[in-house]
Structure formats: C-alpha cells, structure tokens
C-alpha cells in the first residue's frame, strides 16, 4: 500500500514562505509522476501543482503560478513544495498524491495521506 507523508506546514503571516515535504514509500518513487492538492476549510479538493516522474515538466494552477514551486528528489524518494508570497486564500491542509494532475483529484478523493495544515494569518 503506498504510503505518502506529508510535513512542513505551520502558521505563516501573508508574505512568508513554508517548504512542504512529502516522504514517499511502499512503491518506486521514480516511476511516477506526482502532485499537490489542497482543501480549505469548508471548501472541496483543488489541485495545486504536478510534476513529472524526473522532475522535467512541472505544472501549477493559475492561483499559485510564479509563487509555488514544486520539486522532488527522487534518491530520497521525496516531494516538495516550496510555497513563497504566501496569501491568505492558502489557508490549506495539503497532500501529497500519486497521480499526474488529470487524475489528482480523482485520486485525493479516494485517498489521501493525513496532509499538513497551512495557516496563513497576520
């Protein structure tokens, strides 16, 4: 069963950056492209960001386009976000998924680590 933890969350005043991680395991890592979706409170999933199985094409929602930046290092068999000029339209938990970004919804609602929470707040 894949397994997918995610890290890096925390209170963060608008402006402020937060890198997000996510330690992947139980399937190979570098085989698979991945993605970052987020859920604000009362509010459904949105996908936020994918990347290719070598990291080579990265793809982000226009709300975040020019702020986030998604990476992976796949000899440690982990996911980032790095998540600069932070708004407080972030307020988020984030997860991390499995899926190319066709499918990141799709595979959040079926599924889904236990995320880290992004509190954006002055």
């Known amino acids: 069963e894949v397994r997918l933890v995610e890290s890096g969350g925390g209170l963060v005043q608008p402006g402020g950056s937060l890198r997000l991680s996510c330690a992947a395991s139980?399937?190979?890592?570098?085989?698979?492209?991945m993605s970052w979706v987020r859920q604000a409170p009362g509010k459904g999933l949105e996908w936020v960001s994918s990347?290719?199985?070598?990291?080579?094409?990265?793809a982000y929602d226009d709300s975040v386009k020019g702020r986030f930046t998604i990476s992976r290092d796949n000899a440690k068999n982990t996911l980032y976000l790095q998540l600069n000029s932070l708004k407080t339209e972030d307020t988020a938990m984030y997860y991390c998924?499995?899926?190319?970004?066709?499918?990141?919804?799709?595979?959040?609602?079926?599924?889904r680590g236990q995320g880290t929470q992004v509190t954006v707040s002055s």
């Open positions: 998924v499995k899926s190319p970004s066709n499918t990141a919804l799709t595979v959040a609602r079926e599924s």
């Open positions: 139980r399937f190979t890592f570098s085989n698979y492209a």
């Open positions: 990347i290719g199985s070598d990291g080579r094409t990265t």
